[in-house]
């Protein structure tokens, strides 16, 4: 399973930022797909999660910013962040599971800063 996230970057409060992760190895179609972060001195939390049907779940800190998508075709989950505040930075993991076992990409850093 490989997980290839990409889109961060340094954005201004307020600002708005896209995040991609190309999935390969898993049957994408009916994988479970997440967003993760890690901010500094602090754990790893969920920030979305998008089911096969679409469904999507997010932290209540993200609620009406971040929107999570899934494109089944090109085999890529998206996170557009809109809204962003300094407390989003944060380095942004996506996450599938495969046969019972968690998979993480490599990771991709979002800096919200004036």
């Known amino acids: 399973v490989q997980l290839q996230a990409s889109g961060g970057g340094l954005v201004q409060p307020g600002g708005s930022l896209r995040l991609s992760c190309k999935a390969s190895?898993?049957?994408?179609?009916?994988?479970?797909m997440g967003w993760y972060r890690q901010a500094p001195g602090k754990q790893r939390e969920l920030v979305a999660k998008?089911?096969?049907?679409?469904?999507?779940n997010y932290v209540d800190s993200v609620k009406g910013r971040f929107t999570i998508s899934r494109d089944n075709v090109k085999r890529t989950v998206y996170l557009q962040m809109n809204s962003l505040k300094p407390e989003d930075t944060a380095v942004y993991y996506c996450?599938?599971?495969?046969?019972?076992?968690?998979?993480w990409g490599k990771g991709t850093l979002v800096t919200v800063s004036s």
């Open positions: 998008i089911s096969s049907d679409g469904s999507a």
């Open positions: 190895g898993v049957m994408f179609r009916i994988s479970v």
């Open positions: 996450t599938t599971r495969k046969s019972g076992m968690d998979y």
